[in-house]
């Protein structure tokens, strides 16, 4: 039994007690009936007040307890709000980066398509130059050719006019295709020489 309870018993007792000695005393005065009112109440402000106490160091144990866990939940989240402010700078430096990187990524990359096509275009000439070349060779080529055809023609057709004519020449004059033919074998021996 707790010290509360104690109290409270000899309060009820003491009221019972008191009303059982005005039960057995008819007349007693008024003052005296107030008297017991009056020690009731104050016992009753007694007991009150050490409930009052005795709830008041619990009630302040149990907010002081809640206290301590707000204070403690408060830290916890100050820590996490500025773990999370530190997350969150890392990854606003991340995503700077990232963007600096794919924005130097693309300018290499122009960089890059506009010396590809620089050099394409060159090298598109060049070669076009070298087939020009090659084209031009290879007329020069055909009309050499082509030259070296006309005179073997030429050769073959004034070889056969001259065998013709003078085959002719031979039939018609044998003693002035002898004298040709000498003057030939003489002519021959300077060009040979």
């Not at 070349?133 to 082509?146: D, F, G, S």
């Not at 295709?177 to 021996?189: F, H, K, T, V, Y």
Request: proline share 1%; net charge negative; aromatic share 2%.
């Amino acid at each position: 039994m707790s010290v509360l309870d104690t109290i409270a018993n000899q309060l009820f007792i003491g009221a019972a007690y008191a009303q059982g000695e005005v039960a057995h005393v008819e007349h007693v005065e008024e003052d005296t009936h107030s008297a017991v009112e009056l020690v009731l109440a104050a016992a009753l402000l007694v007991l009150l007040v050490i409930l009052a106490l005795k709830a008041r160091k619990a009630i302040l144990g149990v907010l002081d307890k809640r206290t301590d866990r707000i204070r403690e939940d408060l830290a916890e989240a100050e820590r996490l709000r500025s773990e999370a402010e530190a997350y969150l700078a890392k990854a606003q430096a991340r995503q700077r980066e990232a963007a600096a990187e794919a924005a130097a990524i693309i300018e290499r990359a122009k960089h890059d398509a506009v010396r590809l096509r620089e050099k394409a275009a060159v090298d598109i000439e060049a070669a076009m130059k070298r087939r020009e070349v090659m084209a031009l060779e290879r007329i020069a080529q055909a009309e050499a050719q082509a030259v070296a055809e006309v005179r073997s023609t030429a050769v073959n057709v004034a070889v056969s006019a001259a065998r013709t004519l003078v085959g002719g020449q031979l039939a018609a004059d044998p003693a002035k295709g002898s004298a040709l033919l000498d003057a030939a074998i003489e002519d021959l021996g300077g060009k040979l020489h």
